[in-house]
């Protein structure tokens, strides 16, 4: 793999990462928006989906499954590191510890609800993008990018809202929201993802032919 090649894909598996990352530690407060009742997370777990799905264009679904993978130990390192710094005694003079709890201390039914839908959702995701690649033979981008998305987003909201705040908040409400705002997002990045894609496959096209 060239050195362009190599920091390319560094940057959107750090992204992949860090949005991962974001969206755990933030899903458990509930924002509005344009009316609806989403996790706080979705724009950031949005994040994922644009990664994998250029991951799974530039360098097929073997690289976009790695990421994934890694990114479930990712979730379930931060979780068990986020526990324990909760639990970790508090320095006398602190008095932060009410608070810390609130935002960082997830509960096991939200890290569950995380896990379960990510790897569902993201393994969907890659597996019908790539479907769609065959069937179309190569063409049309914007099919499997915002079909795939969107179906394994609605598969995502369904199960990490259920999971996580069934008896507690209206699911049907919060996955309908969730959901709409994820499609709306879906839109909005196909010209991002058509971007990323010709750019990168320009470019490690260009290094292929000077290294030839």
Known sequence: ?????????????????????????????????????????????????????????????????????????????????????????????????????????????IVAASLVAYLVSQKHDIWLFHLLKKRTNGKHLWLRNNASTVISQLIDSTIFVTIAF???????????????VKLAIAVIDTPIVYMLCYGLKRQIHTADAIAS
Not at 92 to 105: K, L, M, T
Request: hydrophobic letters at 60%; glycine letters at 8%; charged letters at 10%.
């Open 1 to 109: 793999m060239d050195s362009f090649n190599r920091k390319a894909f560094a940057l959107l598996f750090s992204l992949f990462i860090g949005g991962l990352v974001v969206a755990a530690l933030i899903a458990s407060k509930i924002i509005m928006v344009a009316g609806f009742a989403v996790p706080a997370g979705v724009l950031a777990y949005s994040l994922t989906f644009i990664v994998s799905d250029v991951v799974s264009e530039v360098w097929g679904k073997d690289c976009a499954n790695d990421i994934v993978q890694c990114g479930f130990i990712t979730l379930v390192m931060t979780s068990a590191l986020a526990w324990i710094a909760v639990a970790w005694p508090a320095a006398p003079f602190w008095n932060g510890q009410e608070s810390f709890s609130a935002v960082i201390g997830s509960t096991p039914r």
């Open 166 to 180: 069934w008896g507690i908040l209206p699911v049907g409400e919060v996955i309908l929201g969730q959901w709409l």
